[in-house]
Structure formats: structure tokens, C-alpha cells
């Protein structure tokens, strides 16, 4: 019988080695699934909890700019139909629940809950687009009652890209540092895709602006 040459050898230690990786990691999601499915099962025996006193949001609507009449007729029309849905949904109850997972929900206020907390958060979603979406037909005409709202947006816990961007770019024509870095710190989550994507598009305007 011929002895195993070298590159022979190390090809058979490369072989066993990637089958326990893979073994390794085949383990390791049977054991996530398990405990995810073992979580799921006790969260959907949490009873009903009193959600009376979350931190429900109510737009000020009073003291926000959106009775605004632009100039230019097209975005004058997207902004009436903004504000319809924005009035519409101001009598609606919100909760911003970024970050929360529905097992996390049911295993907080019970899962007879889930449904009512997931449509108050549809709702939280629906009025901050739309006032974003706002805001940025008005920007160019009114750039600081846009800030204004999306200031407020950001105060509340938004994740919208957009909005971050756009003041991000607003603080730097003005030359307020100040307000640029406190975008960091208002940023709900930096390890989701938002966050990343926040994170990422403020440095990049840091970047395109070593002057700043």
C-alpha cells in the first residue's frame, strides 16, 4: 500500500474539518430553532395585559405646519392628499414599536393583544410617512417648517431614511453641527437595516463635506 502523500493528507484534513463546521452549524440552528419555537409556544401563553398606559403618540397637529399652500400646483395637490391622511389618522390610536418583535409583544402584554398593538403601529407608520412625504413636498419652498415636522419625526424614534438624510444635508448648508450629531444619538436601532443605512448615509454626508 502507497503512504498518503502530503497534499493528499491535508485534502482529507480539510475535508474533515469543513464536516464538522457544517455539523457544527447545522447543530446550532436546530438548537435556535428549538429555543425560537419553545419562546413562540410560552409568549402564546401569556394572558392579556392592560396596555392602557403605553406611550401613545398624538401629532400635534395644533402646533405643526401643515395648512401650507405652495406655489407649484403638482406638489400643491400631493401635499392635500398628505394632509387628508395625515387629519385621518390623527384620530387613530399609535404606538411607535420599532425594534420590537411580535414574540417580544405577546410575552409583554399577552397575545390577545398582538392584532390591537400590531395596528397601532401600522397606524404610528402610515401617519410618520406621510409626514414625511409631506415635508419633503414643501422642503423646497418652505425648508424650515419642513425641518420643523421632521425634527418632531425624529424626537418620536422615526427610522425613516429619508428623513435623516434630509436633515443631515439641512444642518450642514446651515452649518449646525450640533444638531448633525444629535441625528446619531436619536437613531432607534444602529444594528438594524435602517439604522445601518442611517449610520451609513450620515457619514457619508460627513464625507462629502470634510469642510463641516
Do not use: C
Not at 46 to 70: A, C, F, G
Not at 90 to 99: A, E
Not at 134 to 145: G, L, M, N, T, V
Request: proline share 4%.
Amino acid at each position: 500500500m502507497r503512504p498518503f502523500t502530503l497534499p493528499i493528507v491535508i485534502t482529507i484534513l480539510v475535508a474533515v474539518l469543513n464536516h464538522n463546521i457544517n455539523k457544527s452549524k447545522n447543530d446550532s440552528a436546530k438548537v435556535t430553532v428549538a429555543s425560537y419555537l419553545k419562546r413562540e409556544e410560552n409568549a402564546n401563553s401569556v394572558r392579556k395585559k392592560d396596555i392602557s398606559d403605553l406611550p401613545y403618540i398624538q401629532v400635534p397637529l395644533e402646533t405643526l405646519p401643515i395648512d401650507i399652500t405652495l406655489k407649484d400646483e403638482k406638489k400643491q395637490s400631493k401635499i392635500e392628499k398628505y394632509r387628508k391622511e395625515i387629519n385621518y389618522l390623527s384620530d387613530k390610536q399609535m404606538l411607535n414599536l420599532i425594534g420590537i418583535s411580535n414574540t417580544e409583544l405577546k410575552e409583554r402584554y399577552g397575545v390577545a393583544n398582538l392584532d390591537k398593538l400590531m395596528a397601532y403601529d401600522q397606524n404610528y407608520g402610515k401617519m410618520f410617512s406621510n409626514l414625511q412625504w409631506y415635508s419633503a413636498e414643501i422642503f423646497d419652498e418652505f425648508p424650515k417648517e419642513a425641518v420643523l415636522i421632521m425634527e418632531y419625526m425624529v424626537q418620536t424614534g422615526t427610522d425613516i431614511i429619508s428623513t435623516y438624510d434630509f436633515l443631515g444635508k439641512y444642518y450642514v448648508k446651515n452649518n449646525d453641527r450640533a444638531s448633525f450629531d444629535m441625528l446619531f444619538s436619536k437613531i432607534p436601532d444602529q444594528n438594524s437595516v435602517s439604522g445601518k443605512t442611517i449610520l451609513s448615509k450620515l457619514n457619508q454626508i460627513l464625507t462629502d463635506n470634510p469642510e463641516f
